[in-house]
């Protein structure tokens, strides 16, 4: 798996993502050297800047059934949450699982090249406050304690995450 | 009333405000531990130092807030520290907090000793007598802005968040409390040397929350500077007068600002508990007294570092416990005044 550069912070990375990404995706096999070479035109978050990990969140999450897994129970319990599940009225639960899973997989290290919406245009006109965004947080930090992944590999996702912020409230 | 009473009664106000925190639906909506716990002063952050961060679970669409107790005890000494204070918006915290330094009977008599050995060959047998511990109590208003920076979000930047504080205090016991031989009703901080029962400090401090990382743990690391006329945090009092007892004459002063810095981390073991240290140097500008060298003990005063370290348990967004080691260094007549620290926070 190949990562180039993806200086566009917050958030366009995620649109960019589909230009800058080699289109191998997913035929070349994983190998260790080129992931750590690559981690260095990678270099977004804290953690992935100081992270001593040899092996991908993706793979120490297990892959992308193990985050599909936590990502359809964080659903769930963001559509059951009445702090923000409104937000969510009309939208469609089976694609809102997909495309999270996508971006969880792609900032991750995995496989995967979100091509959807960009943070900001997904949110545009919903004035989305930070209790609202951190309410989102909870629900998956709970989502990833009941499908048993490690506490440090909770904190990892969080940290890959939590930069989205200015891109997804107040638009 | 007794002053264990009274000090009971304080203990009681973060409980109170737990019960209306949780019963008014008004919990904040950022995410668990960022408000911190209350440091001893007052300020949002760790044991000792003030973090960046703002108290309480308010966002920038929020108001927060937190009450805490706080209790050190030692040997001779016990510190005490209740008080109050708000977030407003995630921006600006203000905060009200009453200390106590509680002193044993036995550091009154070991100085008062120290004053009849040193004074009798020159004023005969004193005509007072001490008898009783004392207490200094100190009021501390406090305010602190966030200046820029966002500790916890900004996952993609180094820049922590940076905070401008403020500490107005005012020691309500500087002259008087404590009768010892010779001199009659006199307080502590004079006694030793200390120039004013007022101070105000300033101080910034830059704090990063690290998430993730190291072991896949959330570390915070924050560090302050802090421009004090303080004595031992202004429990004795604030700056340097030395009078000669016998004649009035000044011997020396010393009102300028001086640096005091500050380091503190704290790591998520796991997601309700948090271990942390903190390490805080004091300028000691009372040491090298002449008067108290009359007596034999010019650096009686004298001040060490301080640090402490601490766990700290978050189990809902409503109430926080502290267990702590602390050394605040060397108390008059006590070298090293290492101590449990037990502190309650209720916050919303």
Known sequence: MKRFTLQQRPLPILSLGSVLMLSACGTVPSNESTAESNLKNYDRT???????????LYDRLGGYEAIEAFVIDGVDNLLADERINFLF????????????????????????????????????????TEAQFNALVEDFQQAMRDNDVPYGLENQVVALLAPMKPAIINR | MSLTRRWAEMALIPFLMTVVFSSAHAQGGRLLATGGVSQFEGAAGGGLEPWALITGYGTEDEIGGAAHYTTIHTDSYGLQSAGVKLGFFDRLELSYTRQRLSVDEDVVEATAGALVSGLEPILGAPTVQTVSGTAIDMDIFGAKLRLFGDAVYAQDSWAPQISLGVQHKRNRDFGRGVTVPYLGDVGVPALLGAADANGTDFYLTATKVFLGVPFGRNLLLSTSVRATKANAFGLLGFGR????????????????????????????????VVLGGDYRTQSSRLEDQPVLGLLGAPDLAEEDNAYDVYLAWFPNKTLSF????????????QADSDAVYLSLQASF
Not at chain 2, 322 to 333: E, H, I, K, M
């Open chain 2, 241 to 272: 007068e030395v009078i000669n007892p016998l004649d009035g004459t000044l011997l020396d002063a010393d009102d300028g600002y001086e640096y005091e810095w500050g380091f503190s981390a704290a790591m998520f073991l796991t997601p309700t």
């Open chain 2, 322 to 333: 502290v267990a702590a080691y602390v050394d605040l260094g060397n108390l008059p007549f």
């Open chain 1, 46 to 56: 804290l953690y992935e800047q100081l992270s001593t990990e040899d092996a991908s």
């Open chain 1, 89 to 128: 009225e009309g939208v469609d639960a089976n694609n809102l699982v997909f495309q999270l899973s996508e971006q969880i997989c792609d900032l991750a290290g995995g496989p995967c090249i979100y091509d959807g919406m960009s943070m900001e245009d997904a949110h545009f006109g919903l004035d989305i």
